[in-house]
């Protein structure tokens, strides 16, 4: 049953619906609402100013981060016009892509930022597992590895990187490197300190892009490695790293048909993940097969076409 009751008290009126003994609903009065829709309206002003103040805050933010750059890029400038030692210059980094499109003054300060040289023997690492991340490595004489350790303690080689490449991004990440990076020959590269990289970033769109794009096609090097592993046979796991290579020597002006392998049988094996043995076996098939001629690390590609059909 159902009970109301109707309460008057002079002006105001109140009502108490109930289903039950001991629940009630209480309605409104006038007086109530009225508050009620005062503080809406102070909430929703309150809004608008804080959204106003937001928009301020970000685009004050962001002329400090604009004046900063300006700021940052003025004392590279500086120090570029007064020092008394060039660096190397960019068009000596073969396949370098974070040059790409720059003008000459963008052109002078990366080549600022080559100043220092560093020179590696064959069998030396130029980083090593954990160390501090400070610069990429730009490559300017020879070859190296670069070498992951696993959970078993057993090395594994992740990458060939040759003249032109740049190296050290692995390290980007976490500020520490990931894996070690070893001469295959005597080296010669250049550091780029990464806080300056980042300054170069900041007031240089194209220079950002340039190595946003490096970082990009790293990404893109390491997806097609774990395609070729998962999905791909010892032999078209062969075709597909000698064929890489000629393109990439191709690429630096030099013979697409004709190079030395810096890495070992039981390196590329260890690139491929494949036994020394399994690696022997198809350097000989390939060769009795007429698509390459070996000579010691010397590999003439007599056949291309059909290593391309082999991976399919």
């Not at 100043?115 to 004489?141: M, N, P, W």
């Not at 980007?172 to 590269?189: F, G, K, P, R, T």
């Not at 890489?244 to 002006?253: F, K, P, Q, T, V």
Request: charged share 25%.
């Amino acid at each position: 049953m159902v009970h109301l009751r109707v309460i008057d008290s002079g002006t105001e009126r109140g009502a108490r619906i109930s289903s039950s003994p001991g629940s009630a609903v209480a309605h409104p009065t006038p007086s109530t609402l009225r508050a009620a829709l005062a503080q809406v309206v102070d909430l929703k002003r309150a809004l608008r100013r804080s959204e106003q103040e937001s928009v301020a805050a970000r685009d004050h933010v962001a002329m400090l981060t604009h004046s900063n750059a300006q700021l940052q890029r003025r004392a590279l400038q500086h120090e570029v016009a007064h020092s008394p030692v060039r660096g190397c210059p960019v068009w000596t980094l073969t396949g370098s892509s974070l040059a790409s499109g720059l003008d000459q003054e963008e052109l002078s300060l990366i080549e600022h930022l080559l100043r220092k040289r560093i020179r590696l023997r064959r069998g030396d690492t130029l980083y090593g597992f954990g160390s501090a991340f400070e610069a990429l490595f730009a490559i300017r004489v020879g070859s190296c590895k670069t070498v992951l350790l696993g959970r078993n303690g057993r090395e594994h080689v992740a990458g060939y990187h040759m003249f032109g490449d740049i190296v050290g991004i692995d390290g980007m990440a976490s500020n520490v490197h990931e894996c070690q990076a070893i001469a295959l020959e005597d080296m010669e590269v250049y550091p780029f300190g990464f806080r300056r990289l980042e300054t170069l970033a900041r007031f240089s769109d194209r220079f950002g892009h340039n190595l946003h794009k490096l970082l990009s096609q790293e990404c893109s090097r390491a997806q097609g490695r774990t395609l070729v592993l998962g999905t791909m046979g010892a032999d078209q796991r062969l075709a597909v790293f000698l064929l890489d290579l000629s393109e990439r020597y191709s690429a630096r002006g030099f013979s697409a048909s004709e190079f030395v392998l810096r890495m070992t049988r039981e390196e590329i094996g260890s690139h491929l993940g494949l036994k020394l043995e399994t690696v022997s076996r198809m350097f000989s098939r390939f060769q009795d097969q007429g698509m390459l001629q070996v000579q010691g690390r010397l590999v003439k590609l007599l056949d291309p076409v059909a290593l391309r059909a082999m991976i399919g």
